[in-house]
């Protein structure tokens, strides 16, 4: 047993959907959580300071006695996820890995579709993980940069939308892939959309999938917190105009309790 | 006459829209370009980040001996002009103010429309900026947050493109403007799809006209370089997978004299 939060980071707040999709597996535990919207996005750039940023960002969560943490910033899953295990004690799951488990488990004969932001898919970091856990299909990477902006506009219903999102999605339709892996913390607000234009395959959400298995490595660990009210801590490196409306859009309830913090080294970069 | 370079910058690589009109009006200049890729977009960052960035920019300018700036960061240009004129002694010159005078002087009659990304319009600055000038007529600013993502895909003629930017001017078009400002650095490169849905009405193009200005001040300061060869220096904060591609694009020529440097607060956040 062990009380104290789970920490849980990203680039900016669309990793509030991977807390909406912990709290739902996990609803006694606490969660921290970290957007450093004042350098997002991450995606764009170097690996270099992606890495630096995932450092100062598990720091400031450990500091504040988390638990394990979740990494829900695709960009540092892909580049830093293994530095930050050998830097830190406390257990640390990335984004990507548990979906691919997924994808696997689900997938019987033919391909698998990727869909994230330019840098994920460009990163082969799903490529590679696919790889290292023994995928014997053809695996589909596709960007689809105006995913995000699309979210983010709120435009789940638009004409413009569906022409986008056929753009996007037609080339993995043609190819039959079997199943969609969903490789970005915004899409799954995008989920509609592309099940009208990918019909009845399998679908895989990245954040369910974290969820599902930091539940299981928490009862492996006996690190659950039985008794928990659920509360959701929300620390912003910086706040923008609207990021109350689209981080409660992510998030799925009132953002109740958030507050502006410095990391170390963005004291003087602010 | 003075042979040193003009200095620009902004939060990306969105200003070199600006390079490429100060260098067809101003072909002797040399120009040392700065942009801040560690840590765009500026849009989506509080005022005083924006105000201790753009100071940053400048002093790295002026440290390489820029003999003027020019603010082609509409998120800067808005908070920062004036903070930068009195803290810094060379001539400094922002991409807000010349379009509005541009705009004010083609409108004979009816409404002006401004076009622009969430920060720039929701700010207000252009609204101020064409109060304090003086205008008469009314002004509508429509934000299109989806217009430089499009640009950056590379999808001038999508018809995704067409859907969005009919969803976006089609109220400028019934409220009959007269006159519209393209207030963003990316915008420029929309003028085709523009023009199809506003029709035979008045552009402004603000980099453009920061350029006429610009020619006209150093005039007056008789700062001009008559000799120079026309050098475009490029330093980015950042350097990310498709910069160049997109770059290129903006600058209308390819990218030859670029190099990745280190703002002094930026260095311990990299």
Known sequence: MNKNPIGIFDSGIGGLTVVKAVKKILPNEDIIYLGDTARLPYGTKSTDAIIQFSIEDTQF????????????????????????????????????????????QLTKAGKIGVIGTSLTIFSGAYERAFKELGAQFEILGKACPLFVPLVEEGWFDHNATKLIAQDYLQPLKKDNVHTLLLGCTHYPLMMKIIREIMGDINYVDASTEVGVELAQSLDKLDMKNPSGAGDIGIYLTDLSMNFKEIGERFLGEPMKNFSRVSLKSTESAR
Do not use: M, N, T
């Not at 969560?61 to 830190?88: E, H, M, T, W």
């Not at 004690?89 to 696997?104: K, N």
């Open 61 to 104: 969560l450990v500091d504040r006695g988390a638990k394990y943490i979740v990494i829900a910033c695709y960009s540092s899953a892909s580049v830093a996820l293994d530095i930050i295990r050998k830097k830190f004690s406390v257990p640390v799951i990335g984004v990507i890995e548990p979906g691919v488990r997924r994808a696997l």
